[in-house]
């Protein structure tokens, strides 16, 4: 019999929420429970495209908005084929950051529609969970200043956040609000739970395909 697919798992939220923390200790606490798990992120960095991106959020390039929309979606879809067969071997991924970031953070600038912001990713790997790490401007603040990359400062991260809440209502995703606003065992026991619960559950149901 084949074995059972893996459930892709994915987290999401403004700067500072403590997504790569909780991304980390999910795959620990995934992998010493016997579950086989990995751990991915978007932009992923490495390859060709990701080094684009790479650039023009550190400033060293500039990229025209609707374009650099593309790139980082194709960053996304040229990833998809790894992932599909990760999670046929039966390991979950857990991702820090997916296509809502891709949308909140385009459709934060002006001139973009979330709508147009969602079509290049229709179709992607569609989640069988996404946890929204909630964290207010003011508790983000007190977590120390944001970096120097583009996309980093507070009116920015603001309108981004209004945008995941649009995204949010979509009832289409498995969405899970987190308070990232407790401490990081607490954050860690709750991400976990409703982990495991999406991993039983992906067992059993075919992978879907996202905004379709
Ligand atoms: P990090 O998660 O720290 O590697 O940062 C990546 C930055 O890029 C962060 O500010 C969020 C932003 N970002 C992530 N995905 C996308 C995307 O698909 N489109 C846009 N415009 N920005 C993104």
Redesign the pocket.
């Given at each position: 019999m084949a074995c059972k697919r893996g459930a892709l798992i994915v987290l999401e939220g403004v700067?500072k929420a403590g997504k790569t923390t909780q991304c980390k200790r999910l795959v620990d606490a995934l992998l010493a429970g016997g579950r086989p798990a990995e751990i991915m992120?978007?932009?992923d960095r490495t390859t060709t495209i990701g080094k684009m991106i790479s650039a023009y959020?550190e400033r060293k390039s500039d990229l025209e908005d609707h374009a650099?929309?593309l790139l980082?979606?194709a960053n996304r879809w040229e990833l998809v084929p790894l992932m599909k067969e990760k999670l046929e071997q039966g390991i979950t991924l857990v991702v820090?950051?997916y296509a809502f970031?891709?949308v909140a953070?385009?459709s934060a600038k002006p001139g973009f529609c979330l709508d147009w912001c969602m079509k290049p990713d229709v179709g992607l790997p569609k989640p069988d969970l996404v946890m929204f790490l909630q964290l207010s401007p003011a508790d983000a603040a007190l977590r120390g200043q944001f970096g120097d990359?583009r996309?980093?400062t507070k009116v920015f991260q603001k309108a981004v956040q209004q945008k995941f809440e649009h995204l949010m209502m979509d009832r289409s995703v498995n969405w899970q609000v987190i308070d990232a606003s407790q401490n990081i065992e607490d954050v860690h026991n709750n991400i976990t739970t409703h982990s495991l619960n999406a991993i039983n559950v992906a067992q059993n149901r075919p992978l879907g395909e996202l905004w379709k």
């Amino acid at each position: 019999m084949a074995c059972k697919r893996g459930a892709l798992i994915v987290l999401e939220g403004v700067d500072k929420a403590g997504k790569t923390t909780q991304c980390k200790r999910l795959v620990d606490a995934l992998l010493a429970g016997g579950r086989p798990a990995e751990i991915m992120r978007f932009p992923d960095r490495t390859t060709t495209i990701g080094k684009m991106i790479s650039a023009y959020l550190e400033r060293k390039s500039d990229l025209e908005d609707h374009a650099v929309h593309l790139l980082f979606s194709a960053n996304r879809w040229e990833l998809v084929p790894l992932m599909k067969e990760k999670l046929e071997q039966g390991i979950t991924l857990v991702v820090d950051r997916y296509a809502f970031s891709g949308v909140a953070f385009t459709s934060a600038k002006p001139g973009f529609c979330l709508d147009w912001c969602m079509k290049p990713d229709v179709g992607l790997p569609k989640p069988d969970l996404v946890m929204f790490l909630q964290l207010s401007p003011a508790d983000a603040a007190l977590r120390g200043q944001f970096g120097d990359e583009r996309y980093e400062t507070k009116v920015f991260q603001k309108a981004v956040q209004q945008k995941f809440e649009h995204l949010m209502m979509d009832r289409s995703v498995n969405w899970q609000v987190i308070d990232a606003s407790q401490n990081i065992e607490d954050v860690h026991n709750n991400i976990t739970t409703h982990s495991l619960n999406a991993i039983n559950v992906a067992q059993n149901r075919p992978l879907g395909e996202l905004w379709k």
